[in-house]
């Protein structure tokens, strides 16, 4: 599958953004569609998930502000993220795995500045 991100961008503290997430040339459900994000100089971070069964994981930073669901139908994962703060700025990137094969997006950045 090929994976692409959307939503990015510059927002207030306080503010929300809606990242989206496509997994194509994918001729079934994928398990598990994830976000994770990279800020500079950092390493990669998990931020939440979603199984195929609905089942949902999130890190301790993204719990109560950071919601993931999916659309299995379409192969499609959103990140509502709200009341952002400065540290959370990095580039998101969605994952997608299936049996031992996943896939990465190429990121979308997330500025949260005033």
């Known amino acids: 599958a090929q994976v692409e991100e959307s939503g990015g961008g510059l927002v207030q503290p306080g503010g929300s953004l809606r990242l989206s997430c496509t997994a194509f040339?994918?001729?079934?459900?994928?398990?598990?569609m994830a976000w994770y994000r990279q800020a500079p100089g950092k390493p990669r971070d998990f931020v939440g998930n979603m199984l195929s069964d609905g089942t949902t994981e999130y890190a301790h930073f993204a719990k109560g502000r950071f919601t993931v669901s999916r659309d299995n139908a379409e192969n499609t994962a959103h990140l509502q993220m709200n009341n952002l703060q400065p540290h959370d700025t990095a580039v998101y990137y969605c994952?997608?795995?299936?049996?031992?094969?996943?896939?990465w997006g190429q990121g979308t950045q997330v500025t949260v500045s005033e």
């Open positions: 994952n997608a795995k299936e049996g031992t094969e996943e896939a």
């Open positions: 040339e994918s001729g079934f459900i994928i398990h598990e």
